[in-house]
């Protein structure tokens, strides 16, 4: 279930995740082998494609959103030479299987890589390839991936979509030899690791703010916090309590049994009528179920109803007659088709002249601006020439701001999770039929 678990969060990071993978490691330049992340992307990408905040406040990084790819990852307008060998990029993701986290990421990577080689001069002039290494629903397969990306001399760095089985295994044969650049980390490992640099960061770590915002912007003393008692979930929940907690406020927090329809009683368990925030966290299955029990009980301000946005999904609305939650939603990335932020444009011309049908998809944001980034990290280490150790020492030392997400980074800041690079997170209440307006900018965990 931890897959399921964790789609919350980089729904939240912008993000959703589930979980998933065989390997199906091959050299690619093109869309090769993304043909199994195709349906489900397209579809959820068809839901939400219209939603965009209101023209009130400011989305993004302002001022400071990167809107010129060119200057950002250091290239050259035009393309890349073909004459010269590629740059290699190593990339996996979870798909294929029965359940996938992020199956649209690859549409974000080739996205980047087409990019960059038709338009920014590749990197140091030099085209850019990915090795592709797909991991479906083995453990195993993490092991593969890492072998064939780590024995494979051309391989620079390695960019992780979203993967959760096989992560350990992976992880453990990588072994430090080369620097694992990852968007969004689904699991705990990912940041834990020293070879590795999470950008946008991870559900534990940009939880937290919803701490901050209900102290600072909703002037709130008390909060209800309830959820399932799923593997994963049940992490993400104790990462809100501890930022609620932080920021002073009294939390109740009710979990309940997984497949538990009625909740009006874990609600009311949790003191939802009278709390000054509810934060309703849950996988996407839970979502219309926590819609239901808040409606049947009379709450509906959308401003004190927090949480990540999962439950921004097709299914969802399908279950609540055709549209979202009316909450406010979090979010750890830009948020798509948002006018107030000046970085979402250049996206969005570029995903209808490539005719990315996923543009949406927060994974497809976020894989895009990783593999933009990454690109940035190794001419920054020297091009064709960087070393594995090079690049790993720029992309840690990088502060942003970072293309279609936080304003600055730090990482290193957390001791125990090393690699993740952000715990901001933006804030966003739904108006209902794809009506989005800003309720605050990018946020802190409580201090």
Not at 49 to 56: C, G, I, L, T
Not at 271 to 291: L, R
Not at 294 to 313: E, T, Y
Request: charge should be negative; charged fraction near 20%; proline fraction near 6%.
């Amino acid at each position: 279930m931890l897959h399921k678990a964790w789609r919350a969060v980089l729904a939240m990071l912008c993000i959703g995740v589930a979980a998933l993978a065989l390997a199906a490691c091959g050299d690619s330049d093109d869309d090769s082998g993304t043909a199994a992340s195709t349906a489900p992307a397209e579809t959820q990408a068809a839901d939400t494609q219209a939603a965009a905040p209101s023209e009130e406040g400011e989305g993004g990084l302002g001022e400071e959103a990167v809107t010129d790819y060119v200057a950002y990852v250091g290239g050259t307008a035009g393309p890349a030479d073909k004459n010269l060998e590629p740059i290699v990029i190593g990339w996996v993701n979870q798909e294929g299987g029965q359940e996938e986290i992020g199956a649209a990421a690859t549409q974000g990577a080739d996205l980047a890589v087409k990019v960059l080689n038709d338009k920014l001069g590749g990197i140091d002039g030099h085209p850019v390839k990915l090795k592709k290494c797909f991991i479906r629903d083995a453990e195993e397969e993490g092991t593969t991936c890492a072998q064939e990306l780590v024995n494979d001399p051309k391989v620079k760095a390695i960019v992780m979509g979203g993967v959760a089985i096989g992560i350990e295994s992976f992880y453990s044969t990588v072994a430090g030899k080369k620097p694992v650049i990852t968007g969004v980390a689904t699991t705990p490992v990912d940041g834990a690791q020293e070879n590795a640099v999470v950008l946008f960061g991870d559900a534990t770590h940009v939880l937290g703010p919803f701490g901050t915002y209900a102290r600072d912007v909703l002037g709130a003393k008390t909060a209800a916090l309830v959820y399932p008692n799923i593997s994963g979930v049940t992490q993400g929940a104790e990462a809100l309590y501890k930022g609620l907690t932080d920021a002073g406020l009294e939390v109740k927090r009710v979990g309940y049994s997984q497949g538990q329809t009625d909740l009006i009683g874990p609600l009311t368990a949790a003191g939802a009528q009278t709390a000054d925030i509810i934060v309703p966290y849950s996988d996407a299955s839970g979502c219309v179920n926590q819609a239901k029990a808040l409606q049947q009980l009379g709450i509906k301000d959308a401003k004190k109803i927090v949480s990540a946005p999962l439950c921004l999904n097709p299914m969802v609305s399908e279950g609540l007659g055709g549209d979202y939650p009316i909450w406010t939603y979090a979010i750890a990335s830009s948020l798509f088709g948002d006018p107030t932020d000046p970085g979402m444009k250049p996206y969005m011309e570029l995903t209808e002249e490539y005719g990315v049908e996923a543009a949406p998809d927060p994974w497809v944001i976020v894989s895009f601006a990783t593999v933009l980034t990454t690109a940035k990290f190794i001419a920054e280490s020297g091009g064709a020439d960087a070393t594995p150790e090079q690049i790993l020492e720029t992309a840690k030392a990088f502060t942003g701001p970072v293309a279609l997400g936080a304003p600055s980074l730090e990482c290193g800041k957390y001791p125990d999770a090393p690699a993740i690079c952000n715990d901001q997170a933006q804030f966003f209440t739904y108006n209902g039929k794809n009506d989005f307006q800003k309720a605050a900018g990018w946020t802190q965990p409580p201090k």
